[in-house]
Protein backbone atom coordinates (compact mmCIF):
# COMPACT_ATOMS: atom_id res chain seq x y z
CA UNK A 1 0.00 0.00 0.00
CA UNK A 2 2.67 2.10 0.87
CA UNK A 3 3.82 1.98 -3.09
CA UNK A 4 0.68 2.54 -4.41
CA UNK A 5 0.53 5.57 -1.99
CA UNK A 6 3.60 6.86 -3.66
CA UNK A 7 2.22 6.76 -7.00
CA UNK A 8 -0.51 8.45 -6.23
CA UNK A 9 1.11 11.50 -4.62
CA UNK A 10 3.80 11.59 -7.67
CA UNK A 11 1.16 11.76 -9.87
CA UNK A 12 -0.42 14.66 -8.28
CA UNK A 13 2.77 16.59 -7.85
CA UNK A 14 3.24 15.98 -11.96
CA UNK A 15 -0.01 18.44 -12.16
CA UNK A 16 1.51 21.36 -9.75
CA UNK A 17 5.07 21.16 -11.56
CA UNK A 18 2.91 21.93 -15.59
CA UNK A 19 1.70 24.84 -14.44
CA UNK A 20 2.73 28.26 -16.05
CA UNK A 21 0.96 31.60 -17.45
CA UNK A 22 -2.67 31.77 -18.23
CA UNK A 23 -4.33 34.85 -19.42
CA UNK A 24 -5.23 37.72 -17.29
CA UNK A 25 -6.11 40.46 -19.69
CA UNK A 26 -6.68 40.56 -22.86
CA UNK A 27 -6.98 44.69 -24.34
CA UNK A 28 -8.42 44.01 -27.72
CA UNK A 29 -11.70 43.34 -26.17
CA UNK A 30 -11.90 47.10 -26.00
CA UNK A 31 -8.87 48.38 -26.49
CA UNK A 32 -9.68 52.43 -25.88
CA UNK A 33 -12.13 51.32 -23.22
CA UNK A 34 -8.90 49.51 -21.36
CA UNK A 35 -7.08 52.73 -20.82
CA UNK A 36 -7.16 56.35 -19.55
CA UNK A 37 -6.00 58.80 -22.33
CA UNK A 38 -3.29 61.23 -20.75
CA UNK A 39 -4.20 65.11 -21.63
CA UNK A 40 -1.65 66.78 -18.43
CA UNK A 41 2.01 69.02 -20.52
CA UNK A 42 4.47 66.07 -21.43
CA UNK A 43 6.69 64.95 -18.56
CA UNK A 44 9.22 64.89 -21.17
CA UNK A 45 8.74 68.04 -22.38
CA UNK A 46 7.95 67.06 -25.65
CA UNK A 47 6.54 69.52 -28.63
CA UNK A 48 2.93 67.77 -28.21
CA UNK A 49 -0.28 67.86 -27.09
CA UNK A 50 -2.14 65.04 -25.73
CA UNK A 51 -5.70 65.02 -26.26
CA UNK A 52 -8.58 63.24 -24.89
CA UNK A 53 -10.81 60.63 -26.45
CA UNK A 54 -13.61 62.52 -27.64
CA UNK A 55 -11.24 65.16 -29.51
CA UNK A 56 -9.40 62.21 -30.87
CA UNK A 57 -12.37 60.77 -32.58
CA UNK A 58 -13.07 64.24 -33.89
CA UNK A 59 -10.04 64.67 -35.14
CA UNK A 60 -9.74 61.19 -36.84
CA UNK A 61 -6.75 60.46 -34.38
CA UNK A 62 -8.01 56.99 -33.69
CA UNK A 63 -9.99 54.40 -35.57
CA UNK A 64 -13.63 53.81 -34.97
CA UNK A 65 -13.34 50.28 -33.73
CA UNK A 66 -11.16 49.22 -30.88
CA UNK A 67 -11.47 44.80 -31.14
CA UNK A 68 -9.57 44.04 -34.20
CA UNK A 69 -6.64 46.31 -34.87
CA UNK A 70 -6.23 49.56 -32.85
CA UNK A 71 -5.13 52.38 -34.65
CA UNK A 72 -4.05 55.90 -33.32
CA UNK A 73 -1.88 58.17 -34.88
CA UNK A 74 -1.56 62.16 -34.85
CA UNK A 75 -2.33 65.12 -36.39
CA UNK A 76 -1.23 65.29 -40.31
CA UNK A 77 -3.11 68.18 -41.47
CA UNK A 78 -2.69 71.65 -39.54
CA UNK A 79 0.65 73.50 -38.42
CA UNK A 80 0.73 73.17 -34.28
CA UNK A 81 2.35 76.45 -32.72
CA UNK A 82 1.30 74.76 -29.62
CA UNK A 83 2.33 71.51 -30.15
CA UNK A 84 1.42 68.91 -32.34
CA UNK A 85 -1.30 66.63 -31.29
CA UNK A 86 -0.94 63.42 -30.21
CA UNK A 87 -2.16 60.46 -28.16
CA UNK A 88 -0.59 58.89 -24.84
CA UNK A 89 -2.98 55.88 -23.39
CA UNK A 90 -2.04 54.74 -20.07
CA UNK A 91 -3.45 51.19 -18.97
CA UNK A 92 -6.46 51.32 -16.23
CA UNK A 93 -4.93 48.46 -14.35
CA UNK A 94 -1.44 48.09 -12.73
CA UNK A 95 0.42 44.72 -12.37
CA UNK A 96 3.06 43.40 -10.43
CA UNK A 97 4.45 40.76 -12.67
CA UNK A 98 3.84 38.43 -15.31
CA UNK A 99 4.33 38.43 -19.04
CA UNK A 100 2.91 41.37 -21.39
CA UNK A 101 2.91 40.89 -25.32
CA UNK A 102 2.36 43.04 -27.90
CA UNK A 103 1.37 42.59 -31.68
CA UNK A 104 2.72 45.53 -33.25
CA UNK A 105 2.47 46.08 -37.16
CA UNK A 106 3.40 49.50 -37.21
CA UNK A 107 4.81 51.84 -35.21
CA UNK A 108 5.80 55.76 -35.28
CA UNK A 109 8.80 57.05 -36.71
CA UNK A 110 11.10 59.75 -38.80
CA UNK A 111 12.80 62.96 -37.43
CA UNK A 112 11.06 64.69 -34.62
CA UNK A 113 9.10 61.66 -33.28
CA UNK A 114 9.67 59.81 -29.77
CA UNK A 115 7.38 56.53 -29.89
CA UNK A 116 7.40 54.06 -27.17
CA UNK A 117 5.49 51.22 -25.42
CA UNK A 118 6.64 50.74 -21.77
CA UNK A 119 5.46 50.74 -18.53
CA UNK A 120 5.85 53.03 -15.50
CA UNK A 121 5.51 52.50 -11.80
CA UNK A 122 4.39 55.08 -8.92
CA UNK A 123 6.96 57.48 -7.19
CA UNK A 124 9.33 57.61 -10.24
CA UNK A 125 11.77 56.56 -10.33
CA UNK A 126 11.11 54.49 -6.95
CA UNK A 127 8.44 52.25 -8.91
CA UNK A 128 10.60 51.59 -11.67
CA UNK A 129 10.26 52.24 -15.13
CA UNK A 130 10.46 49.52 -17.93
CA UNK A 131 11.08 50.83 -22.27
CA UNK A 132 10.01 47.82 -24.13
CA UNK A 133 10.13 49.64 -27.46
CA UNK A 134 11.63 52.86 -27.82
CA UNK A 135 13.56 55.17 -30.25
CA UNK A 136 13.48 58.41 -31.65
CA UNK A 137 14.05 59.95 -35.26
CA UNK A 138 15.57 57.99 -38.16
CA UNK A 139 16.98 55.21 -35.22
CA UNK A 140 17.30 52.02 -36.60
CA UNK A 141 17.30 49.41 -33.38
CA UNK A 142 15.34 49.39 -30.22
CA UNK A 143 16.58 50.58 -26.94
CA UNK A 144 15.25 48.26 -24.16
CA UNK A 145 15.97 50.12 -21.13
CA UNK A 146 15.60 50.29 -17.27
CA UNK A 147 15.26 53.50 -15.55
CA UNK A 148 15.53 52.94 -11.20
CA UNK A 149 17.51 54.52 -8.07
CA UNK A 150 20.07 53.00 -6.53
CA UNK A 151 21.34 49.85 -6.24
CA UNK A 152 20.50 48.22 -9.90
CA UNK A 153 22.40 47.40 -12.86
CA UNK A 154 23.11 45.01 -15.49
CA UNK A 155 24.95 41.93 -14.77
CA UNK A 156 27.82 40.60 -15.64
CA UNK A 157 26.84 37.45 -17.70
CA UNK A 158 25.91 39.28 -21.00
CA UNK A 159 25.88 35.81 -22.50
CA UNK A 160 22.03 35.33 -21.34
CA UNK A 161 20.32 37.64 -23.71
CA UNK A 162 21.14 38.80 -27.52
CA UNK A 163 21.24 42.63 -27.22
CA UNK A 164 24.63 44.46 -26.66
CA UNK A 165 24.82 46.78 -23.58
CA UNK A 166 25.04 50.20 -23.82
CA UNK A 167 24.51 51.70 -20.41
CA UNK A 168 25.03 49.46 -17.44
CA UNK A 169 23.69 51.42 -14.45
CA UNK A 170 20.16 51.21 -14.15
CA UNK A 171 20.27 54.22 -11.66
CA UNK A 172 18.49 57.83 -13.04
CA UNK A 173 21.46 59.68 -11.25
CA UNK A 174 24.63 57.29 -11.87
CA UNK A 175 27.95 58.48 -12.17
CA UNK A 176 29.55 57.90 -15.39
CA UNK A 177 26.26 57.97 -17.38
CA UNK A 178 24.25 61.03 -18.54
CA UNK A 179 21.03 62.26 -16.39
CA UNK A 180 18.19 59.55 -16.39
CA UNK A 181 19.68 56.93 -18.89
CA UNK A 182 19.04 54.11 -17.04
CA UNK A 183 20.14 50.75 -18.34
CA UNK A 184 19.78 50.10 -21.75
CA UNK A 185 20.15 47.27 -23.97
CA UNK A 186 20.37 47.69 -28.02
CA UNK A 187 18.18 45.00 -29.90
CA UNK A 188 20.81 43.66 -32.63
CA UNK A 189 18.56 43.55 -35.49
CA UNK A 190 17.12 46.55 -37.76
CA UNK A 191 13.45 45.00 -38.09
CA UNK A 192 13.35 45.45 -34.22
CA UNK A 193 12.50 49.18 -34.75
CA UNK A 194 10.74 51.95 -36.73
CA UNK A 195 10.85 52.07 -40.95
CA UNK A 196 12.76 48.32 -40.81
CA UNK A 197 10.09 46.99 -38.49
CA UNK A 198 7.07 48.24 -40.27
CA UNK A 199 8.34 47.65 -43.92
CA UNK A 200 8.90 43.74 -42.67
CA UNK A 201 5.07 43.71 -41.49
CA UNK A 202 5.82 44.52 -37.61
CA UNK A 203 6.33 41.56 -35.02
CA UNK A 204 5.45 40.88 -31.57
CA UNK A 205 6.86 42.19 -28.25
CA UNK A 206 7.00 39.80 -25.17
CA UNK A 207 8.37 41.38 -21.67
CA UNK A 208 8.79 38.99 -18.78
CA UNK A 209 9.03 40.53 -15.59
CA UNK A 210 9.25 37.92 -12.02
CA UNK A 211 11.33 37.93 -9.24
CA UNK A 212 14.95 36.88 -11.14
CA UNK A 213 14.58 39.32 -13.76
CA UNK A 214 12.97 41.10 -16.62
CA UNK A 215 13.37 39.79 -19.99
CA UNK A 216 12.37 41.15 -22.87
CA UNK A 217 11.95 38.88 -26.63
CA UNK A 218 11.59 40.39 -30.17
CA UNK A 219 10.17 37.98 -33.18
CA UNK A 220 9.78 39.52 -36.49
CA UNK A 221 6.17 38.76 -38.46
CA UNK A 222 8.01 35.24 -40.06
CA UNK A 223 9.11 34.02 -36.54
CA UNK A 224 6.50 34.17 -33.91
CA UNK A 225 6.16 31.04 -32.11
CA UNK A 226 2.92 29.62 -32.24
CA UNK A 227 1.68 30.17 -28.80
CA UNK A 228 3.36 33.34 -27.73
CA UNK A 229 -0.27 34.88 -28.20
CA UNK A 230 -1.99 31.66 -27.28
CA UNK A 231 -3.96 30.43 -23.63
CA UNK A 232 -0.55 29.38 -22.22
CA UNK A 233 2.59 31.06 -23.20
CA UNK A 234 5.70 29.37 -22.81
CA UNK A 235 9.37 31.41 -22.44
CA UNK A 236 11.48 28.78 -21.59
CA UNK A 237 10.80 27.65 -25.25
CA UNK A 238 11.69 31.14 -26.47
CA UNK A 239 15.46 30.55 -27.26
CA UNK A 240 17.20 33.75 -25.75
CA UNK A 241 15.90 36.92 -25.22
CA UNK A 242 17.28 40.06 -26.93
CA UNK A 243 17.51 41.81 -23.01
CA UNK A 244 17.45 40.59 -19.53
CA UNK A 245 18.00 42.55 -16.95
CA UNK A 246 19.28 40.13 -13.98
CA UNK A 247 22.02 39.42 -11.49
CA UNK A 248 22.46 42.91 -9.85
CA UNK A 249 19.12 44.42 -9.33
CA UNK A 250 16.70 43.47 -6.66
CA UNK A 251 13.64 42.81 -9.10
CA UNK A 252 10.48 42.76 -6.20
CA UNK A 253 11.94 45.98 -4.47
CA UNK A 254 12.59 48.19 -7.39
CA UNK A 255 9.46 47.89 -9.80
CA UNK A 256 5.85 47.42 -8.79
CA UNK A 257 2.43 48.69 -9.98
CA UNK A 258 3.08 49.07 -13.39
CA UNK A 259 1.09 50.66 -15.58
CA UNK A 260 1.03 49.81 -19.35
CA UNK A 261 1.41 52.99 -21.57
CA UNK A 262 2.26 53.89 -25.28
CA UNK A 263 1.95 57.44 -26.53
CA UNK A 264 3.99 59.43 -29.69
CA UNK A 265 5.71 62.44 -28.18
CA UNK A 266 7.92 64.73 -30.51
CA UNK A 267 11.16 66.45 -29.72
CA UNK A 268 12.07 67.19 -26.09
CA UNK A 269 14.57 65.83 -24.03
CA UNK A 270 15.37 63.45 -25.92
CA UNK A 271 14.54 63.45 -29.93
CA UNK A 272 14.87 67.53 -29.41
CA UNK A 273 18.13 67.06 -27.70
CA UNK A 274 20.26 65.31 -30.29
CA UNK A 275 18.47 66.95 -33.20
CA UNK A 276 21.90 68.24 -34.48
CA UNK A 277 23.47 64.57 -34.28
CA UNK A 278 21.52 62.91 -37.56
CA UNK A 279 20.33 63.94 -40.74
CA UNK A 280 17.74 65.83 -38.94
CA UNK A 281 19.14 68.62 -38.63
CA UNK A 282 19.05 69.14 -42.47
CA UNK A 283 15.25 69.75 -42.56
CA UNK A 284 15.16 72.75 -39.26
CA UNK A 285 17.34 74.80 -37.47
CA UNK A 286 15.06 73.04 -34.72
CA UNK A 287 12.99 69.76 -33.85
CA UNK A 288 10.31 72.10 -32.83
CA UNK A 289 10.18 74.43 -35.97
CA UNK A 290 10.27 71.31 -37.93
CA UNK A 291 7.65 69.73 -36.19
CA UNK A 292 5.47 72.78 -35.74
CA UNK A 293 5.16 73.30 -39.34
CA UNK A 294 5.58 70.19 -41.48
CA UNK A 295 2.21 68.21 -40.96
CA UNK A 296 2.77 65.99 -43.76
CA UNK A 297 5.58 64.71 -42.58
CA UNK A 298 4.28 62.52 -40.21
CA UNK A 299 1.86 59.99 -42.09
CA UNK A 300 4.32 57.30 -40.62
CA UNK A 301 3.44 58.52 -36.95
CA UNK A 302 1.22 55.81 -36.14
CA UNK A 303 0.70 52.63 -34.34
CA UNK A 304 -1.27 49.50 -35.29
CA UNK A 305 -1.49 47.22 -33.02
CA UNK A 306 -2.88 43.60 -33.55
CA UNK A 307 -2.64 42.36 -30.42
CA UNK A 308 -1.79 43.11 -26.57
CA UNK A 309 -2.34 41.08 -23.74
CA UNK A 310 -0.81 40.24 -20.08
CA UNK A 311 -0.04 36.81 -18.55
CA UNK A 312 0.03 35.90 -14.89
CA UNK A 313 1.94 32.94 -13.73
CA UNK A 314 -0.96 31.04 -12.30
CA UNK A 315 1.48 27.90 -9.58
CA UNK A 316 -1.89 26.33 -8.73
CA UNK A 317 -3.55 25.86 -11.71
CA UNK A 318 -1.78 22.92 -15.28
CA UNK A 319 -3.41 24.39 -18.37
CA UNK A 320 -5.99 22.34 -19.87
CA UNK A 321 -5.23 19.69 -22.39
CA UNK A 322 -6.20 20.90 -25.54
CA UNK A 323 -4.30 19.56 -28.46
CA UNK A 324 -3.05 15.95 -29.33
CA UNK A 325 0.95 15.29 -28.16
CA UNK A 326 1.49 14.79 -32.31
CA UNK A 327 1.02 17.75 -33.75
CA UNK A 328 -1.02 17.38 -37.44
CA UNK A 329 0.68 17.35 -40.83
CA UNK A 330 -0.54 19.80 -43.35
CA UNK A 331 -0.29 18.56 -47.15
CA UNK A 332 -0.08 20.98 -49.47
CA UNK A 333 -2.40 21.34 -52.81
CA UNK A 334 -2.42 23.38 -55.33
CA UNK A 335 -5.90 24.57 -55.79
CA UNK A 336 -6.97 26.68 -59.66
CA UNK A 337 -9.09 29.78 -58.54
CA UNK A 338 -10.36 31.94 -61.88
CA UNK A 339 -10.39 35.32 -60.67
CA UNK A 340 -11.95 37.80 -63.08
CA UNK A 341 -9.27 40.77 -63.99
CA UNK A 342 -11.90 43.13 -64.28
CA UNK A 343 -13.84 42.98 -61.13
CA UNK A 344 -14.41 40.77 -58.49
CA UNK A 345 -17.33 39.08 -56.56
CA UNK A 346 -15.94 36.49 -54.38
CA UNK A 347 -17.47 36.22 -51.24
CA UNK A 348 -15.77 34.56 -48.35
CA UNK A 349 -16.84 31.18 -47.93
CA UNK A 350 -16.59 29.24 -44.62
CA UNK A 351 -14.80 25.46 -45.08
CA UNK A 352 -16.61 22.71 -43.05
CA UNK A 353 -15.43 22.55 -39.16
CA UNK A 354 -14.27 19.25 -39.91
CA UNK A 355 -11.70 20.45 -42.03
CA UNK A 356 -8.70 23.37 -41.70
CA UNK A 357 -8.14 24.88 -44.76
CA UNK A 358 -5.29 27.97 -45.11
CA UNK A 359 -5.25 29.64 -48.65
CA UNK A 360 -2.08 32.03 -48.63
CA UNK A 361 -2.04 34.42 -51.47
CA UNK A 362 1.11 35.40 -53.14
CA UNK A 363 1.76 38.86 -53.04
CA UNK A 364 3.71 38.67 -56.86
CA UNK A 365 -0.14 38.41 -58.15
CA UNK A 366 -2.69 41.03 -57.62
CA UNK A 367 -5.58 39.80 -57.08
CA UNK A 368 -8.37 42.54 -57.32
CA UNK A 369 -11.42 42.68 -54.21
CA UNK A 370 -9.41 40.04 -52.40
CA UNK A 371 -7.64 42.14 -49.11
CA UNK A 372 -4.29 42.51 -48.72
CA UNK A 373 -4.28 41.64 -44.62
CA UNK A 374 -6.35 39.37 -42.84
CA UNK A 375 -7.46 39.97 -39.51
CA UNK A 376 -6.01 36.71 -37.93
CA UNK A 377 -2.53 35.05 -38.50
CA UNK A 378 0.64 36.63 -39.39
CA UNK A 379 0.49 39.98 -41.31
CA UNK A 380 2.33 39.61 -44.26
CA UNK A 381 3.97 43.29 -45.71
CA UNK A 382 3.01 44.09 -49.18
CA UNK A 383 5.46 46.48 -50.93
CA UNK A 384 4.09 49.95 -51.32
CA UNK A 385 2.98 51.24 -54.55
CA UNK A 386 3.66 55.02 -54.29
CA UNK A 387 6.64 55.84 -51.92
CA UNK A 388 9.61 53.66 -51.08
CA UNK A 389 9.74 53.15 -47.01
CA UNK A 390 12.20 55.85 -46.04
CA UNK A 391 15.75 53.94 -45.68
CA UNK A 392 17.43 53.90 -42.38
CA UNK A 393 20.53 55.51 -42.22
CA UNK A 394 23.63 53.13 -40.87
CA UNK A 395 24.52 54.68 -37.55
CA UNK A 396 26.48 53.63 -34.27
CA UNK A 397 24.71 51.70 -31.72
CA UNK A 398 22.77 54.32 -29.76
CA UNK A 399 23.47 54.12 -26.67
CA UNK A 400 22.37 56.24 -23.84
CA UNK A 401 19.32 58.89 -23.91
CA UNK A 402 17.21 61.20 -21.49
CA UNK A 403 14.18 59.50 -21.23
CA UNK A 404 12.80 61.44 -19.06
CA UNK A 405 8.91 60.12 -18.22
CA UNK A 406 7.88 62.07 -15.07
CA UNK A 407 8.26 66.32 -14.62
CA UNK A 408 11.46 67.51 -13.62
CA UNK A 409 14.07 65.77 -15.93
CA UNK A 410 16.50 68.35 -17.47
CA UNK A 411 17.61 68.28 -20.83
CA UNK A 412 20.65 68.09 -22.16
CA UNK A 413 22.86 65.90 -24.71
CA UNK A 414 23.16 61.96 -24.25
CA UNK A 415 26.61 60.71 -24.74
CA UNK A 416 27.38 58.22 -27.29
CA UNK A 417 24.78 59.45 -30.12
CA UNK A 418 25.83 59.09 -33.47
CA UNK A 419 27.54 62.33 -35.09
CA UNK A 420 27.71 62.17 -38.49
CA UNK A 421 25.12 63.33 -40.90
CA UNK A 422 23.76 60.42 -43.75
CA UNK A 423 21.61 61.77 -46.85
CA UNK A 424 18.07 62.43 -45.31
CA UNK A 425 15.77 59.77 -46.61
CA UNK A 426 12.70 60.34 -44.77
CA UNK A 427 9.85 60.85 -47.41
CA UNK A 428 8.72 64.04 -45.53
CA UNK A 429 6.81 66.35 -48.17
CA UNK A 430 4.71 63.13 -49.60
CA UNK A 431 0.95 64.70 -50.21
CA UNK A 432 -1.25 62.50 -49.43
CA UNK A 433 -5.31 62.33 -50.53
CA UNK A 434 -7.66 63.24 -47.99
CA UNK A 435 -8.87 60.08 -45.98
CA UNK A 436 -11.63 58.90 -43.52
CA UNK A 437 -13.00 62.28 -41.47
CA UNK A 438 -10.87 64.60 -43.77
CA UNK A 439 -7.63 63.92 -42.42
CA UNK A 440 -5.15 63.25 -45.17
CA UNK A 441 -2.48 60.40 -44.27
CA UNK A 442 -5.41 58.23 -42.55
CA UNK A 443 -7.42 55.00 -43.95
CA UNK A 444 -8.38 53.00 -41.22
CA UNK A 445 -9.43 49.48 -41.78
CA UNK A 446 -12.66 49.36 -42.13
CA UNK A 447 -14.21 45.56 -40.81
CA UNK A 448 -17.51 44.79 -40.50
CA UNK A 449 -17.89 46.29 -37.47
CA UNK A 450 -16.07 49.39 -37.94
CA UNK A 451 -18.20 52.51 -39.07
CA UNK A 452 -17.10 54.86 -41.71
CA UNK A 453 -16.58 57.72 -40.08
CA UNK A 454 -14.47 57.88 -36.98
CA UNK A 455 -17.50 57.61 -34.56
CA UNK A 456 -17.28 54.95 -31.34
CA UNK A 457 -17.17 50.97 -32.33
CA UNK A 458 -21.18 50.79 -31.77
CA UNK A 459 -22.31 53.48 -34.27
CA UNK A 460 -24.23 51.94 -36.94
CA UNK A 461 -23.02 54.22 -39.64
CA UNK A 462 -22.29 51.65 -42.70
CA UNK A 463 -18.88 51.30 -43.62
CA UNK A 464 -17.50 52.54 -47.02
CA UNK A 465 -13.62 51.96 -48.72
CA UNK A 466 -11.04 55.34 -48.56
CA UNK A 467 -8.78 55.71 -50.86
CA UNK A 468 -4.96 54.68 -49.57
CA UNK A 469 -2.05 56.97 -50.82
CA UNK A 470 -1.58 54.64 -54.30
CA UNK A 471 -4.78 55.95 -55.11
CA UNK A 472 -6.91 52.38 -55.05
CA UNK A 473 -10.28 51.44 -52.47
CA UNK A 474 -9.09 50.11 -49.65
CA UNK A 475 -11.01 46.61 -48.95
CA UNK A 476 -12.39 45.67 -45.51
CA UNK A 477 -10.37 43.84 -43.07
CA UNK A 478 -11.73 40.37 -43.62
CA UNK A 479 -10.04 36.95 -43.97
CA UNK A 480 -8.93 35.74 -47.01
CA UNK A 481 -11.46 32.92 -48.10
CA UNK A 482 -10.48 32.04 -51.31
CA UNK A 483 -10.91 28.07 -50.53
CA UNK A 484 -13.30 25.29 -51.40
CA UNK A 485 -16.44 24.79 -49.82
CA UNK A 486 -15.49 21.20 -49.03
CA UNK A 487 -12.16 18.82 -48.75
CA UNK A 488 -14.53 16.29 -51.05
CA UNK A 489 -13.69 19.64 -53.60
CA UNK A 490 -9.85 19.40 -53.27
CA UNK A 491 -7.57 16.64 -55.48
CA UNK A 492 -5.17 15.35 -52.60
CA UNK A 493 -2.34 13.76 -54.09
CA UNK A 494 -3.75 10.34 -54.14
CA UNK A 495 -6.70 11.43 -55.93
CA UNK A 496 -5.34 13.26 -58.67
CA UNK A 497 -6.42 12.29 -62.38
CA UNK A 498 -4.54 9.87 -64.15
CA UNK A 499 -1.75 10.67 -66.30
CA UNK A 500 -0.56 13.73 -63.58
CA UNK A 501 -2.79 16.41 -65.31
CA UNK A 502 -3.69 18.99 -63.01
CA UNK A 503 -7.79 19.62 -61.37
CA UNK A 504 -10.47 20.80 -63.36
CA UNK A 505 -10.90 24.59 -63.23
CA UNK A 506 -14.64 24.98 -62.13
CA UNK A 507 -16.89 26.91 -64.49
CA UNK A 508 -17.61 30.69 -63.90
CA UNK A 509 -21.22 32.00 -64.56
CA UNK A 510 -21.10 34.22 -67.60
CA UNK A 511 -21.79 37.58 -66.95
CA UNK A 512 -21.93 41.20 -68.19
CA UNK A 513 -19.58 42.99 -65.46
CA UNK A 514 -16.97 40.11 -65.62
CA UNK A 515 -14.49 40.04 -68.26
CA UNK A 516 -11.28 38.01 -69.22
CA UNK A 517 -10.30 35.04 -66.54
CA UNK A 518 -6.88 33.85 -65.35
CA UNK A 519 -6.19 31.07 -62.95
CA UNK A 520 -4.43 31.66 -59.96
CA UNK A 521 -3.08 28.52 -58.21
CA UNK A 522 -3.02 29.10 -54.36
CA UNK A 523 -1.50 27.02 -52.06
CA UNK A 524 -3.86 25.23 -49.51
CA UNK A 525 -3.11 23.41 -46.09
CA UNK A 526 -5.46 20.44 -45.35
CA UNK A 527 -4.79 19.69 -41.84
CA UNK A 528 -5.35 15.81 -41.24
CA UNK A 529 -4.75 14.52 -37.16
CA UNK A 530 -2.71 11.90 -36.84
CA UNK A 531 -3.45 8.97 -34.91
CA UNK A 532 -2.68 9.72 -30.94
CA UNK A 533 -2.84 6.70 -29.30
CA UNK A 534 0.81 6.27 -29.40
CA UNK A 535 0.97 9.70 -27.09
CA UNK A 536 -1.67 9.55 -24.99
CA UNK A 537 -3.14 12.86 -23.85
CA UNK A 538 -2.71 14.05 -20.23
CA UNK A 539 -5.79 12.37 -19.10
CA UNK A 540 -5.26 9.06 -20.97
CA UNK A 541 -1.89 8.84 -18.65
CA UNK A 542 -3.72 9.40 -15.59
CA UNK A 543 -6.39 6.62 -16.13
CA UNK A 544 -3.42 4.66 -17.05
CA UNK A 545 -1.69 5.37 -13.74
CA UNK A 546 -4.85 4.44 -11.70
CA UNK A 547 -5.06 1.48 -13.40
CA UNK A 548 -1.55 0.44 -12.87
CA UNK A 549 -2.36 1.30 -9.14
CA UNK A 550 -5.42 -0.95 -8.90
CA UNK A 551 -4.06 -3.66 -10.41
CA UNK A 552 -0.88 -3.09 -8.25
CA UNK A 553 -3.66 -3.23 -5.08
CA UNK A 554 -5.12 -6.59 -6.41
CA UNK A 555 -1.88 -8.35 -6.93
CA UNK A 556 -0.69 -7.35 -3.11
CA UNK A 557 -3.75 -8.48 -1.97
CA UNK A 558 -3.59 -11.54 -3.32
CA UNK A 559 -0.06 -11.95 -2.17
CA UNK A 560 -0.96 -11.20 1.52
CA UNK A 561 -4.09 -13.89 1.26
CA UNK A 562 -1.66 -16.68 0.50
CA UNK A 563 0.25 -15.97 3.49
Not at 55 to 84: E, H, M
Not at 118 to 136: K, Y
Not at 499 to 505: D, E, K, L, Q, T
Request: hydrophobic residues 35%; charged residues 15%; aromatic residues 8%.
Amino acid sequence: MRFATTLISAAAFFDLCIAGYVLEDDYMTDFYGNFDFFTGADPTEGFVKYVDEATARQTNLINGSSTTAAIFGVDVTNKTPGGRPSIRVESKKKYDGGLIVLDVAHMPFGCGTWPAFWTLGPDWPTGGEIDILEGVNEYTNNGMTLHTGPGCSIGSDTTQFSGSVTTPNCDVAAEGQSKNVGCSIEHPSKKSYGAGLNQNGGGVYAMEWNSDAISVYFFPRQSIPADVLGDNPDPSAWGKPAAKFAGACDIEKKFAEQQIIIDTTFCGQWAGAIWEDGSCASKAATCDEYVRDNPQAFTEAYWEINALKVYKDDGNAAPAPSAPATPSKSTVISVPVPVSTLKSSLAPVVPPASTSIIAPISSAIPVPGVPSKATSGPVVPLPSSTAPVPGAPSAAPQSSRTNGRPSGRPTGRPSGRPSGRPTPTLNDQVSLPTGAGGMPGWQWPLGADSPSDNSPPNATTPAAPVPTPSGTPAQPSTSLAVAPTSLADIALPSQAPAGGSSPAVPDIPAASNVGPVETLYKTVYVTVTEDTTATPAPDAKKARMARHVREHRRRWTQHNARF
